[in-house]
């Protein structure tokens, strides 16, 4: 059961990076979504959906390999 809601709580940035991508193409091809009332606006709210969703990700990502110890060794904890 945690792994089903781990996927879905992976599933909410992947769908808002998408959402992002979809925006700024739209304002690329000079298409206004209704919400945002000029294509700048638009463009740069994708912008943030994309690198809030991407970074997600990578923090995910990152985190994981850093407790499998997959890492870098300047990225793991030292302990003195």
Same mark, same amino acid.
Request: glycine content about 8%.
């Given at each position: 059961?945690?792994?089903? !809601?781990?996927?879905?709580?992976? $599933? ?5 990076? =998408?959402?992002?991508?979809? /925006?700024?193409?739209? &304002? #690329?091809?000079?298409?206004? !979504?209704?919400?945002?009332?000029? $294509? ?5 709210? =994708?912008?943030?959906?994309? /690198?809030?969703?991407? &970074? #997600?990700?990578?923090?995910? !990502? ?19």
């Amino acid at each position: 059961m945690g792994r089903v !809601i781990a996927l879905i709580l992976l $599933l909410i940035p992947i769908i808002a990076s =998408g959402y992002g991508i979809k /925006l700024m193409r739209d &304002a #690329f091809f000079t298409t206004i !979504i209704s919400p945002y009332p000029s $294509l700048w606006i638009q463009f740069f709210a =994708g912008v943030i959906f994309f /690198l809030l969703g991407l &970074a #997600f990700i990578a923090g995910f !990502i990152f985190h994981r390999d850093k407790k499998r110890g997959k890492v870098a060794a300047k990225f793991l904890k030292r302990t003195k």
